[in-house]
């Protein structure tokens, strides 16, 4: 139970349609990943298409990475593990050597499957120097060797797909081994209302909601701060209501929300504001 999920493809439940904008990254991965998961015959004639055994996502946090790592299992017909590199570290002292056989084991048995490493800078961050723990530094020798100890015929079929927010902390070993690295940015304007429109896909909204300007007014939001300042803006109508019933004093309770407007997201952003900064 050091893994955090072990999912089948069809019970992931995202796909690359229910991301927005990221569009590049979404390309890349389906070259990278996709095509030869489904399709490894492609990939086993001459020397230059090899499949990837190894991809890094990296960007500032709440960007979507997670979201992709799943999204690209459902689209490969890959199963899904996730582990987080800090629990790994911290609750597994000393186990190192049992867990991550276990781990290559069991994902061998699972091919074609994705491991999904998040914050892999700390299960295989820089060699820490005098202070690093011990149990750190075997865990991440252990992972390595099991790695690549994966054999041609396996490792075509797992991907070890790593997230961070702070690429700079990685190992140069590890750096090698994750030889694709993308960069998962802040959406611009045009993105924000990409991801907006999604998340707001099956909500109220009042008739010529202006998503333009929304996406104008959130500069420095990633997807998962736009995802909080939507959920902040639709608390708005259902406190209005139950005011309202209040006020009224009626004990019969109403269902009928008023829908959604610009205005509720304005006022939304004095509680939700955009987490990374970028000040010094
Ligand atoms: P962290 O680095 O903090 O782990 P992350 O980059 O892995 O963050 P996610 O956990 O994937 O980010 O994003 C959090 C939530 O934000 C997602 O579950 C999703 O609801 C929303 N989200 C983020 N990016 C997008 C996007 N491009 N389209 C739609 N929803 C998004």
Redesign the pocket.
Known sequence: NFISAVVPPGEIGVKFD?????EDVKKTLDELVTLPMRRPELFSHGNLLRPCKGVLLF?P????????AKALATEAGANFISITGSTLTSKWFGDAEKLTKALFSFASRLAPVIIFV?EVDSLLGARGGAFEHEATRRMRNEFMAAWDGLRSKESQRILILG?T?RPFDLDDAVIRRLPRRIY?DL?DAQNRMK?LK??LAKENLESDFKFDELANCTEGY???DL?NLCIAAAYRPVHELLEEEKKGGTSSKSTHLRPLKLDDFIEAKAKVSPSVSYDA
């Open positions: 229910d991301i927005g904008a990221l960007g946090p709440g960007t979507g990475k997670t979201l992709l998040d997230a927010n998962v959406p991801i999604i998340l990633s997807g998962s995802k």
